[in-house]
């Protein structure tokens, strides 16, 4: 069953601002990851967040969770061409011990 | 690189065929796992290894057959596959089972 799910699917942005996106989950959970995937690739895990922490940082990537809204947000500052990329969010349910994939917000950056 | 290997990366196979799609990693991690990503579809959990266990089947149909021989590596072993299984197929793993996954490149695989 599906557990994140990120929003927007689709994000266009110029280079250099912001992006962010969201991921919303439905039951309780222990942590929440997110990854890129770029392009027909592996996915390669860029933060986690745990259930008793509010925000991350790591470089440009700021990430902040809000277990009352059951939801979180990437926030990605001064964005590069080489940030295009698929971004999703995972959550493990707090009873569960896999975690689960959300479908992605495709990021693309103009020039 | 993640330290996770997937081979072949692509892969054509007929339906009548019977194929195998290897994973290795060599980060000492304890738990594996395939997924399955299809075209406008959530990246699917397909099989979970722990510690050489098998302790999740999400309902996999029966022509995709997981080993795991040792903590390293894992197989996916392939046959009478239909057009639909043609997807991108990847491999992870992570030191527990809810800790950070490291994934392979992935296999392209194209069922005809």
């Known amino acids: 069953s599906q557990q994140g799910e990120e929003d927007p699917q689709a994000l266009s942005i110029q280079e250099g601002e912001n992006a962010t996106m969201n991921c919303s989950y439905k039951?309780?959970?222990?942590?929440l990851q997110w990854y890129r995937q770029n392009s027909g690739r592996g996915l390669v895990h860029l933060i986690l967040?745990?259930?008793?922490?509010r925000e991350k940082h790591s470089g440009r990537l700021r990430v902040t969770l809000d277990t009352s809204k059951k939801s979180s947000s990437l926030l990605i500052t001064a964005s590069r061409a080489a940030d295009t990329a698929s971004y999703f969010c995972?959550?493990?349910?707090?009873?569960?011990?896999?975690?689960?994939f959300g479908k992605g917000t495709r990021l693309h950056i103009l020039p | 690189e993640t330290g996770v290997t997937q081979t072949p990366r692509h892969l054509v196979m007929g339906m009548t065929n019977k194929k195998s799609l290897k994973c290795e990693q060599h980060?000492?991690?304890?738990?594996m796992y395939w997924y399955k990503q299809s075209a406008k579809k959530p990246l699917e959990l397909m099989f979970v290894?722990?510690?050489?266990?098998?302790?999740e089947n999400n309902s996999v149909p029966s022509r995709f057959s997981p080993e795991c021989p040792n903590s390293s590596h894992l197989f996916l072993h392939l046959h009478t596959l239909q057009p639909e299984d043609s997807a991108l197929y990847l491999c992870?793993?992570?030191?527990?089972?809810?800790?950070?996954?490291?994934f392979g490149q992935g296999t392209r695989l194209t069922v005809v």
């Open positions: 980060l000492g991690h304890n738990a």
């Open positions: 995972a959550t493990d349910a707090e009873r569960d011990d896999k975690i689960i």
């Open positions: 290894y722990n510690f050489k266990e098998q302790t």
């Open positions: 039951t309780s959970i222990n942590n």
């Open positions: 967040i745990r259930s008793n922490e």
């Open positions: 992870a793993s992570s030191r527990g089972t809810v800790t950070e996954a490291f």
